[in-house]
């Protein structure tokens, strides 16, 4: 699976957007990136994840850019319940299932 | 109603001692996962279920050893508990899909061992 690369923390006002920003430049062809993010003393959570396309739920929107070297998550309105670890995985959808964590983004949402 | 469970949420226990942590997973999910977190926060797969079967096993001591007697649960049995073994333990469920989009993970809320 391809390594990645995010900003070790990141400090976002309550209210606004938080751009969480993933390099991930040696992802291949048939490699997904997936969004976890794991909230102080509990397990991780699903995000969001994507190929090629934008993505959006309920939660966030994913840009991933045309060469697909690096990606962008955006949480539109954050709140205080978003302070978390954000990490971002690319990974091969295959039968290996799975998830490679690393440092992650530590993002606190300040009021 | 709780998706992903574990007990005990809390385990301490001295070095050398045997003990076991169990999960439970109500999403009907064909997989199921433990994972690791040291003190320094990094998240290690050590095994996954597919089925009952074995698929991952990520160069974890013999001294693990998981046991799935359905695919609802995925227990993690530990022998000669040592001082390096004290971590979160956290397990998790999911749905394969093969050639799908992608296979979202639902996780436990984590057991933290402690070794003393």
């Known amino acids: 699976d391809a390594k990645t690369t995010q900003p070790t923390s990141m400090d976002c006002a309550e209210g606004r957007a938080a751009n969480l920003p993933c390099n991930h430049s040696?992802?291949?062809?048939?490699?997904?990136v997936y969004w976890y993010r794991q909230i102080h003393s509990q397990g991780p959570q699903y995000i969001i994840h994507?190929?090629?396309n934008n993505e959006t739920n309920e939660m966030a929107s994913l840009i991933i850019t045309e060469d697909r070297k690096s990606s962008t998550l955006i949480l539109p309105h954050a709140t205080l319940r978003d302070t978390a670890v954000y990490y971002c995985i690319v990974r091969v959808d295959s039968n290996d299932y799975k998830l490679s964590f690393g440092a992650g983004t530590t993002v606190t949402v300040r009021a | 109603d709780t998706a992903v469970s574990q007990t005990p949420k809390y385990l301490v226990t001295q070095m050398g001692n045997d003990k076991s942590i169990k999960c439970e997973q109500n999403?009907?999910?064909?997989?199921m996962y433990w994972y690791k977190q040291d003190s320094k926060k990094f998240l290690k797969i050590m095994f996954s279920y597919n089925n009952k079967e074995l698929i991952i096993n990520e160069t974890v001591p013999n001294r693990f050893s998981p046991k799935s007697p359905d695919k609802a649960h995925l227990n993690l049995h530990i022998n000669s508990l040592e001082l390096g073994d004290s971590a979160v333990y956290f397990c998790?469920?999911?749905?394969?899909?093969?050639?799908?989009?992608?296979?979202?993970?639902?996780f436990g809320p984590g057991t933290r061992l402690t070794v003393l």
């Open positions: 998790a469920s999911s749905q394969v899909v093969l050639r799908g989009p992608g296979n979202e993970q639902f």
């Open positions: 994507g190929l090629k």
């Open positions: 040696t992802i291949s062809g048939n490699e997904y």
């Open positions: 999403l009907g999910h064909d997989t």
